[in-house]
């Protein structure tokens, strides 16, 4: 991923260091931001939109979005908001998702009663914590429940979240890896207000969006070009407009850059049954694309 110039004054220099996520310190989104980009300094946003807004107004450079999982599948609001959003994806990462128990230094896993977290993560260790006799609290999000513990100071208590809030809340690890499934993996999308591409001629995902002309068999028509020209599609998810049951869009990935000659001419058939298609994103594939149990 090629890196983008920083401006001259402090305040934007500031702001260049900085990447937008949703959530709190130590939610698995604050892990990814970590991962990718350990020099620039992780910015938590309360809501999707705001970290998209920060991004806009240029109080962070970028934005890191999850955007799907290997268990629930899409992240809602997302595929609504990126495509408004003013904003390139410029790169992606797979951060696989593993849930700790998370206890307060004197706590024992034998004295643990209650564990707090998300809902959907809560549904990820089901199988521990009926193994183990402990209750399942819901609470706001991963993070927020691993602060919620830290400040309550009953050892009884636990929560459900990253070795990364572990370490920002000073709650220690009772039991590692406690998720049902090993694959549990989220995908997230890194984005810019600067257009950032892969270079043409080297392996890309593009990600689009598209809305079909209102005709009959006009989803089979335009999909076909990439079927005809051998472009590999894969992502593509529909969802509908303004609450419409008629009006639907379509978020789409592919295999390649739009300047190879495949995609380009799949593109052009795609623009022959569609009446709107804009392109989010060019950017390199994330190595966990060529690992074998990744499909």
Do not use: W
Request: include cysteine; charged fraction near 20%.
């Amino acid at each position: 991923m090629r890196q983008e110039t920083a401006s001259a004054t402090p305040e934007a220099a500031d702001a260049d260091r900085r990447i937008a996520f949703q959530g709190e310190k130590g939610a698995f989104s604050h892990q990814a931001c970590s991962e990718v980009f350990p020099d620039m300094v992780p910015l938590p946003c309360p809501t999707f939109e705001e970290a998209i807004a920060t991004v806009r107004r240029g109080e962070a450079r970028l934005a890191m979005l999850p955007v799907e999982n290997s268990l629930y599948g899409r992240v809602a609001d997302i595929h609504h908001l990126l495509p408004e959003s003013g904003l390139y994806v410029i790169g992606e990462h797979f951060l696989p998702i593993r849930m700790q128990l998370l206890g307060l230094p004197d706590a024992t896993l034998a004295g643990v009663k209650s564990a707090e977290s998300l809902n959907v993560a809560l549904g990820q260790v089901r199988r521990f914590l009926k193994d183990n006799d402990i209750r399942a609290v819901a609470g706001p999000d991963t993070a927020g429940s691993a602060r919620a513990v830290s400040e309550a100071g009953d050892p009884a208590r636990a929560a459900v979240a990253s070795t990364l809030a572990g370490e920002v809340y000073g709650l220690k690890v009772l039991a590692a890896d406690i998720e049902d499934a090993s694959h549990n993996t989220t995908r997230f999308l890194v984005c810019s207000r600067r257009k950032v591409e892969a270079e043409p001629g080297t392996p890309a995902i593009t990600s689009f969006v598209f809305r079909v002309r209102n005709l009959p068999a006009s989803l089979y028509k335009a999909l076909g070009g990439f079927a005809t020209n051998g472009v590999n599609m894969v992502r593509l998810e529909s969802y509908m407009l303004g609450g419409s049951f008629t009006a639907t869009q379509f978020i789409a990935d592919i295999d390649g850059h739009p300047e190879d000659v495949p995609v380009a001419r799949a593109l052009e058939e795609l623009g022959y049954f569609t009446d709107y298609v804009r392109i989010l994103g060019v950017y390199p594939p994330n190595k966990f694309r060529l690992r074998s149990d990744a499909v």
